[in-house]
Each structure stands twice: as structure tokens, then as C-alpha cells.
């Protein structure tokens, strides 16, 4: 079993930065695949970003890419979503997710193992 706790949400301007983490319990974070997923309201979840379980590859929605950056230090048990060039449509819960497999980086949310409770991103315009 594996616990996500995401932290780093808040309430920012139009091309302002945040970065967000999350943080999982167990000692087998190193070889989970990782993911970022987010939530609009009245809106399905939706991938953002992944990264692959050695940190090696990433994969990014094209909403997304070019502006937010997934990474992850294994040491830490922690993978990152630095998000860049905030606009008002990224405004959302963002969730972290885990995927038990090794293998090709997943965006479907079902494919994911477990997940975060979420942390809230707001942009003002």
C-alpha cells in the first residue's frame, strides 16, 4: 500500500509559478510510475503529466507542455509538478498518482494504482 499526500496548491496570478509535490510513504516509491492528474469543476479528471518509474522518461498533455515539468527524487520519496506560465484554465485540483507496474509511462486514470487526495490551484487572470 502506498500513500500520496500532495502539497504546494494555492492561489496565484496569470503567469505566475507554483510547484507542487507529493510526498509517498513505503519503500517502493523507486518503482512506481508517477503521475500528475487534474480536476476542473464539472469537468472529468485529466492527465497532465508522467514520469516513468526510473525518472527517465516523462510525458506531458499538450495543454500542458512546454510550461509544467515533472520530475522526481527517489531519495525523497517525492515526485514534483513545476508549473510555469500559470493561465486561468489551469486552475484545478491537482491529484498525484502511483502505477504498481513497471514499464510504459500511463496517462489513463485507471491505469493508476493509487492516488492523492489532491491539493487546490487557483489562477486569477
Known amino acids: 500500500q502506498v500513500q500520496l499526500v500532495e502539497s504546494g496548491g494555492g492561489l496565484v496570478q496569470a503567469g505566475d509559478s507554483l510547484r507542487l509535490s507529493c510526498a509517498a510513504s513505503g519503500r517502493t516509491f523507486s518503482s512506481y510510475g508517477m503521475g500528475w492528474f487534474r480536476q476542473a469543476p464539472g469537468k472529468e479528471r485529466e492527465f497532465v503529466a508522467a514520469?516513468?518509474?526510473?525518472?527517465?522518461?516523462?510525458y506531458y498533455a499538450d495543454s500542458v507542455k512546454g510550461r509544467f515539468t515533472i520530475s522526481r527524487d527517489n531519495a525523497k520519496n517525492t515526485v514534483y509538478l513545476q508549473m510555469n506560465s500559470l493561465k486561468p484554465e489551469d486552475t484545478a485540483v491537482y491529484y498525484c498518482a502511483a502505477d504498481r507496474t513497471r514499464g510504459r509511462i500511463k496517462t489513463m486514470k485507471l491505469e493508476y494504482d493509487y492516488w492523492g487526495r489532491g491539493t487546490q490551484v487557483t489562477v486569477s487572470s
Open positions: 514520469i516513468s518509474w526510473s525518472g527517465d522518461s516523462t
